[in-house]
């Protein structure tokens, strides 16, 4: 998919955006007694991002149509990104369980073996290495406090 | 000259061994936490607060005001080399500040930032010792109505971080003001767009919200490909380890401007570092040369919100050592600390304790040149932070994001947040909708707000009262003047074209 | 054989009954860190009040393991209060709370805790407030500022918190009794809010005595009544609300210690141990008369009804504020 495309759903998304932000902003009052209320400025920015999303909308698609593809191919690289991502939120979920360390080892070795194809035991190393800087430097010297697991860390 | 014999007191009083040590201590101190993303200055002075009973009073606020500026020193140095801000009043330097890094010019970028901060910084205890009480009374004209178009002019810039699309930055400072809207609101105790969520009723933290759209979407980006995309250059030679003099000529607006709007809307209570550091950072932009060239890697754009959010200390000190009113949180628990050790912080305190006042301000002289002389040389070691394998630093910035966003408020869901705008991010990279617009909104958007408010509550809903104070009037036209500029401009093109095609 | 048998069973019995009722009796001691919560950030009301009590607690050798302050902002204490609740049982985790934590949940439909849903354990002081305007405007007495707002309907300005805190209640509760009436500006920090009122936009404000003493003390400000029962030692030239012939109700600003839910009776009894000794203190007392609060410690079942008719008191005010109530 190309940006052209691309930028005109996410303009569309935030068109969309603004239609749900100007219902969010008309269940808050929109004066108080003492002045413009909490859903004034609410109702004023979904405006906004509903006439500004909708002219963007038109950019791109003329943008598309003048193209002849539908603008420059952006996607290619993003499975791996996304990928990584999913790593990064799987590992916040498992801090709660097993703590920041090994959930912290766990991301590592699944960007540096999935993600770059290299040795496990090198992942292993880097994370644990990685870990141990972590946890000298904000747990011991600084005195703040890592998600902990059952065993204490 | 008075001051000068109060300052010739100060120094008597900041140059005895155990006062330099603990200077340096506090400075090495705030430089570390600053460096470090998440933990700041505020948090780590709290911390120490039990220690600084047992010390001399003089000596125990020399040491926590170091933390305070020598954390802006640090904050710089994430934001240039990984696209991660280490505290909120460095995020404007992530702009221009890692693109340089990407250039391969992180070592002046760094070199730059800890000169400018020394500029400011000195300049902001110029201003502390030479004009506190006539600036703190000029601070207190300072009304909602003044402070909301302070925050217009600010959002006028936005017209500067445009790039190539308008609409785009538009759309992005509009979502940053709408993220800057969760939570309870200040006047009605109504909460907005919580989705249900206690822990949105305080607002989304803005080190999450900035650190993953900056760090973590960096890191995505960069993981796209098995190369890891660009590599970044890492500097070589000492021509690129430092500023040459060219660059510190092209800077000199930069010291001026970061140094005088950091100071001045320091001295504002309730206004940031942050704000400062953005607005010196637009008003670089607007009176550049070449102003198209922001956000590409210009020097200037370093130099001046790293100024700004240096002279931004010393301005902060103002409010708080004049009368006795915190400007922040920083201000506030250095005020809690002059409490606890049995000061009373108002308007007698520098006529009533002067060797408490001038010492600190002469221990600043010395914390500055302090930092700089520590910083300059640590410029090529934190350069070196480059040579890591791509495989060994992705997983350090995300690791570090994570501890850093985490110590904020020792909150997972904070660091969820981080993530979400990490997602974010990386979207808006992919298909260039500007970030800084809506860090903008973000930073801007609640004052913004409280200050539209609180202004038409003072005039019963009247608009009126924004034009008719001269202050507000003033900067109020300055936006609007900014705000047709790229109009102007283009009117001109226009006519220089036509008046080509003539001929 | 049967006598060993019964002689057996008796010795285990009585070995069972010694050890169980040692149990029963056993002593709370902490014995790692204390996790001290408290809603505001660094710098903050709360957390410098944590932050002197620990200090004190510690100079006074009352408690032998460090209390470590966690800052948990948002939402007033909403928050902070969630965080509490979801530590049930803990023993080593306390919080310390204010009037706010019994005021926010009935305005605010996601605080979901209530401070009967924790464990009370103290109550240390209530924290008085004045009236205080800028020392060169003319407004002597109260009778003066009534009457100039009276003259002159909804021009003069207030400035102070949210709309539900202390400041405007108050405020809400003057207006009522006198019949006059003023604006009132939001501001989220202390520092704001008195910089709006000596820079001459605001004129008056309900304030803390130690917040506003230096002002007082350099001339800035001028206390014109004090929202207590009695005068107070640091302004005894300065007549009470009542004594100006205004009969209002006095809400007053509590300042004490909690836990989570289901924490053991012996952790209360511990803590409740240690303050009683703590409030006999040199230390403690100083503390008290620098900050010019009231000494107003209170535990146990008097606490709970304390709580309980705050509440009722507060959702009361409210309700006439023409605020929200949803609990």
Redesign the interface.
């Known amino acids: 998919m190309g940006s052209d495309k691309s930028n005109l759903i996410a303009a569309a998304c935030l068109a969309a955006f603004g239609v749900y932000v100007v219902y969010g902003g008309s269940r808050l009052s929109y004066v108080s007694e003492v002045g413009p209320g909490p859903g004034f400025f609410p109702f004023w920015i979904g405006i906004g991002l509903l006439l500004f999303g909708a002219y963007q909308m038109v950019l791109s698609y003329s943008s598309a149509r003048h193209h002849a593809v539908a603008g420059v191919p952006i996607w290619s690289g993003s499975g791996r990104a996304l990928g990584a991502w999913l790593g990064l939120a799987v590992a916040i979920a498992l801090f709660r369980w097993i703590g920041f360390a090994l959930g912290f080892v766990l991301l590592t070795i699944f960007l540096v073996v999935a993600l770059d194809h290299r040795p496990v035991v090198l992942a292993l190393g880097i994370g644990a290495g990685l870990a141990l800087v972590f946890y000298i430097v904000f747990e011991f010297a600084l005195g703040v406090s890592l998600p902990a697991g059952p065993w204490g860390f | 000259m008075d001051a000068l014999s109060n300052l010739l007191l100060g120094f008597s009083v900041a140059l005895t061994p155990i006062n330099l040590f603990w200077c340096f201590v506090g400075v090495v101190l705030g430089t570390v936490v600053g460096v ?1 993303p998440g ?1 700041g200055p ?6 120490l ?2 220690i600084t ?1 047992k010390m001399d009073h003089t000596t125990a606020i020399i040491a926590l005001a170091g933390i305070f500026y020598g954390a802006r020193y640090g904050g710089s140095t994430t934001s240039i080399l990984l696209n991660m801000p280490g505290e909120s009043s460095s995020v404007a330097t992530c702009l221009d500040g890692y693109q340089m890094a990407r250039n391969g010019r992180a070592g002046a970028a760094l070199g730059i930032s800890a000169i400018a901060s020394f500029i400011a910084g000195t300049v902001g205890v110029l201003g502390l010792m030479l004009i506190s009480p006539p600036l703190a009374r000029f ?6 109505p003044e402070y909301f178009a302070l925050m217009t002019l600010g959002l006028a810039m936005v017209v500067f971080l445009a790039g190539d699309s308008m ?2 930055a ?2 992005m400072l ?2 940053g ?2 993220i800057a ?1 969760i ?12 989705f ?8 989304v933290d803005f080190i999450a919200a900035t650190v993953g759209i900056f760090a ?1 979407a960096e ?3 960069n ?4 190369s ?1 995309g660009e590599v970044l250059k890492i500097p070589s030679g000492v021509k690129n380890l430092l500023p040459t003099l060219q660059d510190l000529k092209d800077c000199r607006f930069a010291f001026l401007n970061g140094s005088v709007i950091g100071f001045f809307v320091g001295a504002l ?2 206004a940031g570092a942050t704000v400062a550091s953005f607005l010196s950072y637009g008003l670089e932009k607007a009176v550049s040369r070449h102003p198209e060239k922001f956000g590409t890697g210009v020097i200037e754009g370093v130099a001046a919100p790293e100024g700004a959010n240096n002279a931004d200390a010393g301005g902060a000190l103002v ?1 708080l050592l004049t ?5 922040g ?8 600390g002059l ?2 050790w049995g000061y ?6 520098i006529q009533e304790h002067p060797e408490l006042f001038w010492g600190l301000v002469a221990s600043m002289y010395v914390g500055n040149v302090l930092l700089l002389v520590l910083n300059l040389p640590l410029v090529p070691l934190f350069a070196q932070i480059l040579r890591l394998p ?3 630093l ?3 910035i ?3 994001s ?2 850093g966003v ?2 904020v ?4 869901f904070d ?2 947040m981080m ?1 979400l705008f ?2 974010l991010g ?2 808006m990279r ?4 500007p970030a800084a617009a809506l860090i903008l909104g973000l930073v801007l958007g609640d004052v913004l ?2 200050a ?3 202004s ?3 005039s ?2 009247s608009l009126a009262i924004l034009v008719t104070r001269p202050i507000s009037a003033t900067l109020l036209f300055i936006a609007l003047v900014l705000l047709c500029l790229p109009a102007i401009r283009r009117v001109r093109a226009w006519r220089v074209e036509a008046v080509e095609h003539e001929s | 054989m049967k006598r060993t048998r019964y002689s057996l069973l008796l010795i285990m019995v009585v070995i069972g009954a010694l050890v169980s009722s040692r149990a029963w009796s056993q002593e709370f001691k902490p014995n790692k860190q204390i996790e001290t919560v408290v809603h505001t950030g660094p710098g903050g009301g709360s957390d410098i009040f944590a932050r002197a009590i620990a200090e004190m607690l510690q100079k006074e050798k009352l408690v032998t393991q460090r209390l470590q302050v966690v800052n948990k902002p948002g939402g007033g204490p909403a928050v902070a209060m969630s965080y509490l609740a979801e530590k049930k049982g803990e023993t080593h985790t306390v919080g310390f709370y204010t009037g706010v934590w019994v005021t926010n949940p009935l305005t605010t439909v996601e605080a979901t805790v209530t401070v009967k849903d924790l464990t009370p354990i103290v109550r240390l002081v209530l924290e008085p407030a004045v009236i205080a305007v800028k020392a060169d405007s003319p407004y002597k007495n109260m009778k003066d500022f009534i009457e100039a707002a009276k003259k002159n309907p909804k021009q003069l300005a207030q400035s102070g918190g949210t709309i539900t805190s202390r400041d405007n209640l108050m405020r809400l509760l003057l207006q009522k009794t006198t019949g006059a009436q003023w604006n009132f500006i939001s501001f989220p920090s202390g520092g704001e809010r008195l910089a709006y009122l000596l820079g001459g936009h605001g004129q008056m404000m309900v304030i803390e005595p130690q917040e506003a003493g230096e002002q007082i003390r350099a001339g800035n400000l001028r206390v014109i009544a004090s929202l207590t029962e009695k005068r107070l030692a640091s302004l005894p030239n300065v007549p009470t609300i009542k004594e100006q012939g205004i009969d209002v109700p006095l809400i007053p600003q509590a300042r004490g210690m909690l836990a989570p839910p289901a924490v053991p009776k012996e952790v209360v009894a511990y803590w409740e141990g240690v303050f009683d000794a703590f409030v006999k203190t040199p230390s403690w007392k100083q503390y008290v008369e620098q900050n010019q609060f009231e000494d107003a410690s209170l535990k146990g079942s008097a606490l709970s009804k304390f709580f309980d008719s705050l509440t009722d008191q507060m959702r009361e005010v409210l309700k006439e504020a023409g605020a929200k109530v949803v609990r």
């Open positions: 470090l933990l505020a948090a780590t002075i709290a911390m607060l039990p009973l601070a207190l004209r300072f009304a909602p609409v785009k538009l759309l509009l979502v003001l709408w809207t939570g309870t609101d200040l006047f009605t105790a109504e909460s907005r767009f919580t249900g969520q206690a822990k949105l009723l305080g607002g973590v890191v995505l980006i993981l796209e490909s098995r890891g209570p309730g409010p009368l006795g009113i915190p400007g949180n920083t201000t506030a628990i250095l005020l809690g409490i606890l009373r912080p108002g308007p007698l305190l791509n495989y060994v992705y997983p350090f995300l690791g570090i994570v501890v985490y110590s408020n020792n909150s997972l660091v969820w993530a990490g997602l990386y979207l992919k298909l260039d909708f707000e409280r539209l408010r609180q038409l509550m003072m019963q809903g």
